[in-house]
DNA sequence: TAGCATCTATTACGATTGTAGGTGGAAATA
DNA sequence: TATTTCCACCTACAATCGTAATAGATGCTA
């Protein structure tokens, strides 16, 4: 399982810890906006699960509580979805830009910026 | 349940239909490489699956066989998709196109391409 | 120190997905 | 017609995910 498969809530409970450092779950709990925070538990669950799949791991502990980091890296967890997302349209890339732009999901300055990203891309691959 | 949430394997099978018109499961079935092709039974499953979440239904019969069409689109299909993955992103357009160009999956010429969606499509909305 | 608040650890449960076996009936074929 | 093949339908089961309750341990506070 190098890269593992993270579900939205186990992706949001990540993102927590990969925008504010190592926290324990009551921290991460809160970073959920209070209209339909999960319970308590339910974020420690998930916490307990991504441990297992070792995207994250106890770093410490404060007093009886443990300080959870991330072990996967956000990039890692990315590739990994969009991998997946890809799959879901035969691994064609064409197909699932022309649905993104009809959605309107992707605007003139999504393209532009993208330009500029492969642009810079393929010069910082030249340099190297 | 608007546009339902499909898996992979019942993607895969909607697939068969849009791209096949009307089939049996057997058809259905067929369509998959042989390698690490799923059960008829397999198939079947997934199929009255799907019929409960009304993205088909069943069109007639031959024999005793049954033969199902597509009733959700795969533009809708497509959509949905779309729309669970950009949730995973928090919504937000620019790290999924980052992640699409790091990665390699988006290439100049998909770049290229999308321009030229974008023109043609804001064209379109003018003339309409 | 007694009690309240907070954590940990364990357990549970329904929904969804992928997987397929078994049974019985219908159709094609020998 | 007898037999083989195919199909429909039902049932089952393990894994994953979201959800959370409960019980027991620990730490802070009056």
Redesign the pocket.
Known sequence: MRLP??????LQIMEALWSGGPL???EIQETFPQKGR?????V???V??LEV?KALRRARKI????IFEALLSRDAAQRRLVDDFLGMFGGRMQPVMAQLIEAGNLTPKDVVDAEKLLRDLSKKRKDA
């Open positions: 498969k993270l579900s939205k809530l186990e324990a779950i009551r999960p319970a308590y538990t339910t420690q669950t998930m307990y699960r799949k007093g009886n509580a443990h």
